[in-house]
């Protein structure tokens, strides 16, 4: 087979994401051709169909683990959480919970919305479908894993900010790598997609803490 010539962008440009894994399909490219970023999204592209194991069950197995899968999806599902800081905010006293969670959730879509709009990468091939609760076009778009930074975000909120039994943390833990995992497992995401998720995940709590002293502020400017 003849090699093709493909000029491609350099790393720093926005562009390189999409255009990379697009090449890797049904386009073959030297090796001496290959940069060191194209070898990593070719990689990512391979790990993901190793991983995706329930994107398309072929066997009962498979048909459980999807379904265990899309429960992780619908619980990590920003809709769901917006809804439960609401009900927080109406039907009981909690405040402080109300609001952190309210300013965690915005915060995750504050940083995940530009950067999946600006990196514009395709969902793995392997993804059987439109996904649960799509609400926008933004949704279309894989990297990073929206569900992976919430859930992290989330957790890392919970586990620190609030006193919890270590039963609780231990749930709480195993709830946010159940979500991280269904993404791939799912063939939502591609691996890079969860690993840098999670990694937006712990900035998205790190920028809470620093929005908690404007909070208190905010908050006695409106009580008193």
């Not at 990689?43 to 072929?58: G, H, I, K, M, R």
């Not at 459980?64 to 109406?90: D, M, N, P, Q």
């Not at 502020?217 to 409106?222: G, S």
Request: glycine residues 4%; proline residues 3%; hydrophobic residues 50%.
């Amino acid at each position: 087979m003849n090699h093709f010539n493909i000029c491609v962008p350099e790393v720093a440009k926005v562009t390189y994401w999409s255009d990379a894994t697009d090449e890797f399909k049904g386009i073959t490219l030297s090796k001496n051709r290959r940069t060191f970023m194209q070898k990593v999204f070719h990689q990512d592209e391979v790990w993901t169909s190793q991983f995706c194991l329930c994107a398309n069950p072929t066997n009962r197995w498979q048909l459980i683990l999807r379904l265990l899968c899309l429960l992780f999806e619908i619980s990590g599902h920003g809709i769901i959480w917006f809804l439960y800081a609401s009900v927080k905010c109406c039907l009981t006293n909690s405040w402080d919970e109300a609001v952190l969670l309210a300013v965690v959730l915005l915060l995750d879509i504050l940083v995940i919305a530009p950067v999946k709009v600006i990196f514009k990468r395709k969902r793995p091939e392997l993804d059987s479908g439109k996904m649960l609760g799509s609400v926008s076009q933004i949704d279309e778009y894989a990297f990073p894993s929206g569900h992976a930074s919430r859930a992290v975000a989330i957790t890392m909120l919970y586990v620190v900010m609030f006193s919890l039994s270590p039963m609780a943390t231990t749930l709480w833990i195993m709830w946010a790598v159940g979500v991280c995992l269904s993404r791939v497992l799912l063939g939502r995401h591609h691996v890079i997609d969860v690993i840098v998720g999670m990694m937006v995940g712990f900035l998205v709590y790190w920028l809470l803490n620093i929005s908690i002293p404007f909070l208190h502020e905010a908050n006695l400017l409106v009580t008193v």
